[in-house]
C-alpha cells in the first residue's frame, strides 16, 4: 500500500515550504505584521493610485514628445503647482518610472515577445508617420536614428501597462484596508487570500494601448495582441521588481568587473525581496524616493507603531521599507500560491510532489532574500 | 578683574559642593554652567578692555602674600595669555554644557569642574613663579578626581598615572626654578624680577633642561606621553575636552613663558635639538595614531603629534613662528575639543569606539549622519584643510619655522600628511560602508548632543577664515619675545612701515629668513 503521508522537505527553507502547504504565508502571521502589512499597504495603495495615474497620462498625452516638460502635472499646468513642486510638494514620479524601465530591461512575460514582432513595429510606423507629419525635427530624427523613436514606444507601452497593472494593484490595497477597517480581514492569511482573490479576478483582463493623434485613434497594443493583466503584467512585475531588480546606485558599490554584478538579467538577486533597507533615505536612490512618498499617507495606527521605536520619526523610511518588504512577502505568497499546478488541498501524491518540486524551486530562489530576517520576531 | 576670573569659578565651586542635596543632578549643571558663562562673559570684557598695542602685562594685581618665600599674589595677562584664558573659558563651559545630565555625585563632578577651571586660569595668569606653580599643582587634583570617579573601567590605573607623571613635571618645574633662585642668589620669585637674572650658559642649559622635561610630561612629547593616551580613553568626554583642550596647553605655555623667556640664551643653543625633538614627536605621534583601533586614542595620538608642531615653532623662535605657536596651542584646542565631542557621542550612542565594530555611521536614518558631517569637519581642520582654523595656524608654523630649521619643517610636514591618513582611516571605518549589525539600531542624537560640536565647528571655520581675530591679541606680545636677531634683521633690511598685521607678520618673516640667509653667509 502506497503512503499518502508526505514526508518532510530537505530544502534548507524547509519551513517556508511546509508553511505554504499548510495554506499559511511567508510571513508569520502576528497582530503587528498584519497592522503593518494592511497599513503600508494603504498607503502604498494611495501612491500606486497617483503613479498609475500619472504613467497612463504620460502614455496617453505625452506619446512622442521630445520635451515632456510637464510630464509629472497630469495636464494641470498651474503656477501654485510649479511653486509647490519646486518645494518638493509632490509625489516622486520618477520612481514610477524607473520601476518601467526596469520591467522594460528585464523583459518578460509576451508583452516583451509582441514589442519585437513585426505587427508592433508596423503599427509603431503608422502612429509614427502621424505623429511626425509636418514636424521637420522629430522627422528628421526618426530618418538618422531609425530605431529611436519605434524604441521610445515600445517604453511608452511599458508605461501604459504598468499604469494598468498597478491601477487593478492600488484598488486591490485600497480595499484590503477598507476590508480592514471593517474587521473583515484580521490575519496575515486573509490578507494573502484576499491578494490572491484579486489577483484571480484581474487575470484575464485585457492590456490594450491605444493613442490618438490628430483626431484619429492608433492601437498599439490592440486586445487582438491577446495580452492579458496576470500574465503578462503581474507575473513579469513580480519576477523584475520583487526578485530581480537593479543594483541600486548608492546603496553598496558593485564592481562589475569583479563579477559581484551577475552576467545574467535572469540571476540579479536586487529586487524588493532582497533589498537592504538600513541604506533607505540616502539620497539618489529610488526605494528612498518611494518611501518618501509612502510616509506621506501612513495610517494613524502604523504611524502610532513607528513612533513607539528606539529612533520614533528620525528613521521612518526605513521602517516603512521594513514593512514594505513584509507586505511583498504577502503579496508573493499569493502570486505563488496563485500560479501553483496543482490546487493546495489535492489528495493526489503525485500533484502533492508537484507541487513540493515547484515550491522548492521558489525557496531556491529565496535563498539569499531577506524572507528570514523580515520573520525575526520584535528586531527593533 | 582678574582675580574675578579665578574666583568667581572657586565661589561657584564651593556654591555647587556645598548646595544642599534638593536638586535634580541636572540643576546643579545649569547652577556650574552659569558660573562658566559669568566667567566667560567677563574674560570677554577683559578682552575688550585689553590694549592690543601694549606688549607687557596689562590688568596687573599684586598681593603681598609669603614674602619670606617669594611668594606673592601677583597677577597680570598679555596677548600670550589671554586668548588661552579665553579658550579655557569657553571650553569650560563646553564641558559643564556636554555632561551627563544623569552624573553620578553631580555637586562633587561640578565643584571639581569648575576648581580644576579656575587653577588653570590662574596658572595662566600668575606672574609670581611660585604662584603659577601652585596653580599648575592645583589644577592636577580635580582632576586625578574627575578621572579616577567618574572614568571608564581601567580609571584608576589611568588617573594614578597620569598623577604621578604630572606630579613628576611638576616637580621637575619646582626644581628648575628653586635651582634659578639659588644660582642667581635672590629668592623673588616674580617673573620681571627673574627674567631679569643673567646666569652663565651651562647652568642654564641644565635649568631649562628640567623645565624642558617638566614641561615636556605635560605637552606631552614623545618618551613623556604615555598617561595621555591612557587618561584620555579613560576620562570622560568633558575630561577628554579639557585635557586637550586646556590641559596640555599649560605645557606649551609653560615653555614658552619660563623655558624661552627665562633663558632665551640656552634655548637658542639647544634649539636644533628641540627641533629634532619636535619631529619625532610629530611623526611618532602621527604613526602611533594609524595603529589606533579606539577612536579616542587615535585622537589623543593626534594630540602628540599636533603639539610637535608647537615645539617646532617654538624652536625656531621667529616672530611668525612665535605668533604660529599661539594660533596652533588654540587651533589645536578647539579642533581636538570638537573631536573628543564626536568620538565622545559616538561612543554613548553606539557603546564602542572600536573601529572593527563601529562602521557606516554615515547612515541617512540609522546611523549619526550629522555627528559624521561634523566629524569630517573636524578631521579636515585636523588635517590642514583650507579655510579652517588647523591650516592657517600649521601654514604659520611651517611658515615661520621653516627659514631657520627646513629640514624638521619638512618632516613635520609630513606629519600633517600622516594626520590625513589616519583620520581618513577613522572615517572609512567607522562611517562609510554599511552600518554594521552590531549598532544597527542606536539611540536618537538629540540637538544638545550636537550643540557643543555645532559651536566649536563654527568657531573653526571662522577663525579659520578670519584668522586675523586670533593673532590680534597676541601679536604685539609675541612680537616683543622674539629673539634678538630681529636687530640683525634691522640691520640687513630696513622694514617698510605696514599698516595690515597679516601683512607686517609676514614681511617679518621674509625678513627673519633673509637674517638666517645673512648669518649664515657670515
Redesign the interface.
Given at each position: 500500500m502506497v503512503s499518502t503521508i508526505q514526508q518532510p522537505s530537505n530544502h534548507p527553507l524547509a519551513e517556508y515550504v511546509h508553511r505554504l502547504e499548510a495554506g499559511e504565508a511567508l510571513l508569520a502571521n502576528n497582530q503587528i505584521n498584519v497592522l503593518e502589512v494592511v497599513g503600508i499597504l494603504k498607503s502604498y495603495g494611495i501612491v500606486l493610485d497617483a503613479y498609475s495615474k500619472n504613467l497612463i497620462y504620460i502614455a496617453d498625452h505625452q506619446f512622442l514628445e521630445l520635451f515632456p516638460f510637464f510630464k509629472y502635472f497630469n495636464g494641470e499646468v498651474s503656477l501654485g503647482k510649479l511653486l509647490r513642486f519646486w518645494n518638493h510638494d509632490r509625489i516622486n514620479y520618477e520612481y514610477a518610472e524607473y520601476v518601467m524601465k526596469t520591467m522594460m530591461w528585464h523583459g518578460g512575460g509576451d508583452l516583451d515577445t509582441y514589442l519585437d514582432s513585426p505587427e508592433f513595429l508596423e503599427r509603431a510606423q503608422r502612429v509614427m508617420q502621424a505623429k511626425t507629419k509636418n514636424n521637420w525635427l522629430v522627422s528628421s530624427l526618426q530618418r538618422f536614428f531609425p530605431d529611436f523613436l519605434p524604441e521610445q514606444i515600445r517604453q511608452l507601452a511599458y508605461y501604459k501597462v504598468l499604469g494598468q497593472f498597478w491601477r487593478v494593484m492600488s484598488d486591490m490595497f485600497i480595499d484590503l484596508s477598507d476590508r480592514f477597517d471593517r474587521k473583515e480581514i484580521q490575519s496575515i492569511a486573509e490578507v494573502v487570500q484576499h491578494v490572491q482573490d484579486a489577483l484571480v479576478a484581474a487575470a484575464s483582463q485585457p492590456l490594450v494601448y491605444a493613442v490618438e493623434v490628430k483626431g484619429q485613434v492608433y492601437d498599439i497594443i490592440p486586445e487582438s495582441a491577446g495580452l492579458t493583466f496576470l500574465m503578462d503584467a503581474a507575473v513579469p512585475y513580480v519576477d523584475t521588481i520583487f526578485f530581480r531588480g537593479t543594483p541600486f546606485l548608492g546603496t553598496?558599490s558593485y564592481n562589475a568587473q569583479a563579477q559581484q554584478i551577475p552576467v545574467f538579467q535572469d540571476q540579479f538577486t536586487y529586487g524588493a525581496l532582497y533589498a537592504?533597507p538600513?541604506?533607505?533615505?540616502?539620497?539618489g536612490i529610488p526605494p528612498t524616493l518611494l518611501m518618501q512618498d509612502m510616509r506621506h499617507f501612513l495610517p494613524d495606527y502604523l504611524h502610532e507603531i513607528y513612533q513607539r521605536g528606539?529612533?520614533?520619526e528620525?528613521?521612518?523610511?526605513?521602517k516603512i521599507c521594513e514593512s514594505f518588504q513584509k507586505s511583498m512577502f504577502c503579496v508573493t505568497t499569493a502570486a505563488i500560491r496563485g500560479l501553483m499546478p496543482h490546487p493546495l488541498d489535492t489528495e493526489d501524491p503525485k500533484q502533492r510532489q508537484a507541487n513540493r518540486v515547484y515550491l522548492e524551486k521558489w525557496m531556491d530562489r529565496f535563498m539569499t532574500s531577506r524572507l528570514q530576517i523580515v520573520n525575526v520576531p520584535d528586531r527593533? | 578683574m582678574l582675580s574675578g576670573l579665578i574666583w568667581i569659578p572657586v565661589l561657584g565651586a564651593i556654591l555647587v559642593a556645598f548646595w544642599p542635596q534638593t536638586l535634580a543632578s541636572h540643576r546643579y549643571r545649569t547652577l556650574a554652567l552659569i558660573f562658566a558663562v559669568i566667567t566667560l562673559g567677563l574674560s570677554v570684557v577683559l578682552s575688550s578692555q585689553f590694549i592690543q598695542l601694549e606688549p607687557g602685562q596689562q590688568f596687573q594685581e599684586a598681593l603681598p602674600w609669603l614674602d619670606n618665600l617669594g611668594l606673592t599674589y601677583r597677577l597680570g595677562v598679555d596677548g600670550l595669555s589671554l586668548p588661552l584664558v579665553l579658550m579655557n573659558c569657553l571650553l569650560t563651559g563646553v564641558a559643564i554644557y556636554s555632561s551627563d545630565e544623569e552624573i553620578r555625585r553631580p555637586r562633587l563632578y561640578y565643584g571639581l569642574l569648575l576648581l580644576l577651571s579656575a587653577a588653570v586660569t590662574g596658572a595662566f595668569l600668575a606672574q609670581n613663579l611660585l604662584l603659577f606653580f601652585l596653580f599648575y599643582e592645583v589644577e592636577l587634583i580635580p582632576l586625578y578626581l574627575l578621572i579616577a570617579i567618574w572614568g571608564g573601567a581601567r580609571r584608576g590605573y589611568a588617573a594614578t598615572k597620569f598623577l604621578i607623571y604630572t606630579a613628576i613635571s611638576g616637580v621637575l618645574v619646582l626644581a628648575s626654578y628653586f635651582g634659578l633662585a639659588w644660582l642667581s642668589g635672590s629668592f623673588n620669585f616674580d617673573y620681571e624680577t627673574v627674567i631679569a637674572h643673567t646666569l652663565p650658559m651651562g647652568q642654564q642649559v641644565v635649568l631649562l633642561s628640567l623645565l624642558l622635561v617638566g614641561f615636556g610630561i605635560k605637552v606631552p612629547l614623545f618618551p613623556f606621553h604615555t598617561w595621555l593616551p591612557d587618561a584620555h580613553v579613560e576620562a570622560s568626554t568633558p575630561m577628554s575636552v579639557m585635557l586637550a583642550g586646556v590641559l596640555l596647553k599649560l605645557g606649551t605655555y609653560g615653555l614658552l613663558r619660563f623655558g624661552y623667556g627665562l633663558f632665551p640664551d640656552a634655548w637658542q643653543v639647544i634649539a636644533p635639538w628641540l627641533a629634532s625633538w619636535a619631529v619625532v614627536s610629530v611623526l611618532y605621534g602621527a604613526l602611533a595614531a594609524i595603529a589606533q583601533t579606539d577612536m579616542k586614542k587615535m585622537v589623543a595620538y593626534s594630540s602628540i603629534a599636533h603639539m610637535g608642531y608647537v615645539l617646532l615653532a617654538m624652536a625656531a623662535a621667529t616672530p611668525l613662528s612665535l605668533v604660529g605657536t599661539l594660533m596652533q596651542m588654540i587651533s589645536h584646542g578647539l579642533i581636538s575639543a570638537m573631536l573628543f565631542l564626536l568620538v565622545g557621542v559616538v561612543y554613548s550612542k553606539a557603546g564602542s569606539r572600536d573601529l572593527n565594530v563601529v562602521r557606516?555611521l554615515l547612515?541617512?536614518?540609522?546611523g549619526l549622519p550629522l555627528i559624521g558631517t561634523l566629524m569630517i569637519v573636524g578631521v579636515m581642520a585636523s588635517a590642514g584643510i583650507p579655510g579652517m582654523v588647523g591650516f592657517i595656524a600649521e601654514f604659520v608654523v611651517f611658515r615661520g619655522s621653516f627659514p631657520v630649521f627646513p629640514v624638521q619643517t619638512l618632516l613635520c610636514m609630513v606629519g600633517t600628511g600622516l594626520t590625513a591618513v589616519y583620520f581618513l582611516l577613522l572615517m572609512n571605518r567607522a562611517f562609510f560602508g554599511?552600518?554594521s549589525e552590531a549598532v544597527?539600531?542606536?539611540?536618537?542624537v538629540t540637538w544638545r548632543d550636537r550643540a557643543p560640536a555645532i559651536f566649536l565647528a563654527v568657531l573653526i571655520v571662522v577663525l579659520g577664515i578670519q584668522p586675523n581675530w586670533l593673532t590680534t591679541w597676541g601679536e604685539t606680545t609675541i612680537t616683543a619675545l622674539a629673539p634678538v636677531s630681529t636687530t640683525v634683521v634691522v640691520k640687513a633690511t630696513p622694514i617698510p612701515e605696514v599698516v595690515d598685521p597679516t601683512e607686517k607678520l609676514l614681511k617679518e618673516s621674509l625678513l627673519t629668513s633673509s637674517a638666517a640667509i645673512a648669518l649664515e653667509e657670515n
Open positions: 553598496v537592504d538600513l541604506p533607505i533615505g540616502g539620497a528606539l529612533r520614533g528620525d528613521d521612518l523610511r526605513v527593533y | 557606516g547612515n541617512p536614518e540609522r554599511r552600518l544597527e539600531n542606536l539611540p536618537p
